[in-house]
């Protein structure tokens, strides 16, 4: 089983849902999976271990048993996080004196923790290949403080104890440099890349927080680190799905970008991407469709994105019946209109599942009078339906760029998985 340490550094190593999916690859690499591309035709035998990539920010992993099998086991997370993206013509000058970034929002971010932190920016920068005239994309990640969204003194602002309106094209701009350091931020980001500046025909970039992850709490009960959500259920997701023993399902693990803007993308979990896989992989083994279609209706899938843990300041927020705690085990959560697509059939298969790796479980449920998020079970089950339920771990703060989860959960989220792909 992969520690905390193992998982502090996959979070700190993946400041975009790019370097996530790098990361990733990175690790099936180690563990003798294939690449597979979807330009390319795929030559699939049993008892092989294959992935897949969408965007460079979308995965989907599987492995198919050696012995005879009739239904799919699918775990699935996002890659991204609600964060800050660069526009084009990032830098901004200010009055002759400083240059600032102009940035947009990406996803429902908690906007009052990003200021008065250092900032850097990552993603990739997209440049020509001048032998195969190809677009080849480059991670980057400027890795050291290079930003800073500062406060308006209380001076200023008498109120902003009573609560604040943030503008986002007024307030959450960061600062950068003074004006000597016009026209240089393409420059530091393209150096970082390993590229000539000119070369860089374009740019996915994004702001990301520089504090280190931490595990703290009178035990070393709590970890917080930005990006927990969702990136902790891609790391438990993986660690169960390699360490599982994969002779009984063909077992998908799966990691989307795009959950936090509403998965309608080429690469996200409303796009084709895992239908147009599993469609490959029933061809490439020579089974039809009415093979697909009997496997599906077998088949479960979990779709693991963190969830709402009881607030010590707030518990009133919570449901009165339906209060999951931090370190309490792993959430099943449910919705009487679908945004959690758990139904009586899914949670009966996930606690029994839960029962048999020993791992304790609670529930959540929205307070009947607040809206709630979604996530990317049921629009997933609009391309391919089957069996699902929504699961996650207890968080605080979630889509704060500092986010808090209980240690303990990581481990059962790996228990499950394992079991899960057993
Ligand atoms: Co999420």
Redesign the pocket.
């Known amino acids: 089983m992969r520690t905390i340490s193992q998982l502090i550094q996959f979070l700190e190593e993946s400041p975009t849902c790019f370097h996530a999916i790098e990361n990733t690859k990175a690790e099936l690499d180690r563990n003798g999976f294939i690449r597979l591309s979807e330009n390319e035709s795929w030559n699939l035998t049993s008892a092989g271990r294959y992935y897949v990539t969408r965007n460079d920010s979308s995965l989907i992993a599987f492995t198919i048993p050696a012995g005879s099998w009739k239904t799919m086991h699918i775990l699935a997370s996002?890659s991204d996080s609600p964060c800050f993206k660069l526009k084009e013509n990032p830098e901004l000058e200010t009055e002759g004196h400083y240059i600032r970034l102009n940035v947009e929002r990406y996803g429902g971010m908690l906007l009052a923790p990003w200021l008065d932190r250092p900032l850097s920016a990552a993603g990739r920068v997209v440049i020509k290949d001048p032998h195969t005239g190809d677009y080849v994309s480059r991670l980057v990640n400027v890795r050291r403080d290079l930003a800073l969204i500062p406060n308006l003194a209380i001076h200023m602002n008498p109120d902003a104890n009573k609560g604040y309106t943030y503008n986002p094209q007024k307030d959450m701009l960061p600062l950068y440099g003074n004006i000597t350091a016009k026209d240089s931020f393409m420059k530091i980001v393209s150096e970082a890349a390993g590229v000539e500046v000119d070369a860089v025909l374009s740019h996915d970039l994004f702001l990301y927080n520089r504090e280190k992850a931490s595990v703290w709490g009178a035990e070393n009960e709590f970890i917080s680190c930005g990006r927990l959500?969702?990136l902790l259920c891609a790391f438990a997701s993986l660690s169960g799905f390699l360490a599982g023993k994969k002779e009984q399902y063909l077992n998908l693990h799966c990691v989307f970008d795009n959950?936090?803007v509403g998965s309608s993308t080429r690469q996200g979990a409303a796009s084709t991407f895992l239908y147009d896989t599993l469609t490959r992989i029933f061809l490439g083994l020579g089974r039809s469709t009415e093979d697909y279609l009997m496997c599906l209706a077998d088949s479960m899938m979990l779709s693991a994105?963190?969830a709402h843990a009881v607030h010590p300041n707030h518990p009133d927020k919570a449901d009165p019946t339906n209060r999951p705690y931090l370190n309490g085990g792993i959430v099943i959560k449910y919705n009487a209109n679908q945004k959690y697509c758990t139904d009586g059939i899914s949670a009966a298969m996930f606690r029994d599942l839960c029962k048999k790796a020993d791992v304790p479980v609670q529930t959540f449920a929205n307070r009947s009078d607040m809206a709630g998020g979604s996530?990317l079970g049921n629009i997933s089950n609009t391309r391919v339906a089957l069996h699902t339920a929504d699961i996650g771990l207890p968080q605080l703060a979630m889509h704060s760029p500092y986010e808090t989860a209980g240690v303990k959960d990581v481990e059962y989220l790996i228990r499950v998985a394992e079991q899960f792909f057993a």
């Open positions: 996002h959500d969702d959950e936090e994105d963190n996530t």
